[in-house]
């Protein structure tokens, strides 16, 4: 339902299904997320994060991956709504600690959180950990390479860009930032015309291609 845009029957089923288990945690962190994100109901988004906390507590902290995607979730609301930067560490933490066996969302999404506390060497030890679950993530390789540029370890960033870009040659984000550094830093701009023309040829109505391409060639 969610998918198709309907609203109101995406928000019927996740009521319906918690009334039939109440205390399922993939349900209770889908629709605290859904209430996050879609809904813009912050109030109830957090009613039912807590409710998916307590519950999982209550069941014992086990190697459940909705469990640790709950609390990464949990995390980004507490610090994008709530602007309440301990607390959402504090999640980060429990989603990311090694006997949960996290994945790579969860320590990508931490890294990225270090990232905007400028912990810069801390980062880099999660996105390293991140990227030796799942190499080939392109949201934690082009976040690592942003990082990468920001901080001037031009070289590894340029080997990350690259990374990102061979493992998800149809990404928009994963062109994009290649091609951004290959102008801005490597002062590439035929290489990265080149990059921008053959993305465009199989994906030409690509908003952020577009976009990125207009800025480019002005």
Not at 154 to 170: G, P, R, S, V
């Amino acid at each position: 339902c969610e998918r198709d845009g309907d609203i109101k029957g995406a928000k019927a089923a996740f009521e319906k299904s918690i009334h039939i288990d109440g205390d399922n945690e993939t349900t209770l962190c889908n629709y605290a997320t859904f209430c996050h994100k879609r809904l813009k109901s912050y109030d109830e988004a957090e009613k039912y994060f807590l409710r998916f906390v307590g519950t999982s507590s209550s069941l014992g902290e086990y190697k459940s991956s909705a469990y640790r995607r709950g609390l990464s979730n949990f995390a980004t609301f507490l610090r994008v709504v709530r602007g309440s930067m301990g607390a959402a560490e504090d999640m980060h933490v429990k989603a990311t600690r090694p006997n949960l066996e996290p994945g790579g969302m969860e320590l990508g999404s931490y890294a990225r959180f270090l990232v905007g506390k400028e912990s810069f060497d801390q980062a880099e030890i999660f996105f390293g950990r991140a990227l030796r679950f799942n190499e080939g993530r392109a949201s934690n390789l082009i976040s690592y390479a942003n990082m990468l540029t920001k901080i001037k370890k031009y070289d590894k960033a340029h080997e990350i860009y690259t990374l990102a870009f061979e493992c998800n040659k149809k990404n928009p984000g994963a062109i994009c930032g290649l091609a951004n550094f290959l102008v801005e830093v490597k002062g590439e701009n035929d290489n990265a015309r080149a990059l921008y023309s053959r993305a465009l040829q199989f994906n030409p109505n690509d908003s952020i291609l577009r976009h990125n391409y207009a800025i480019f060639v002005r």
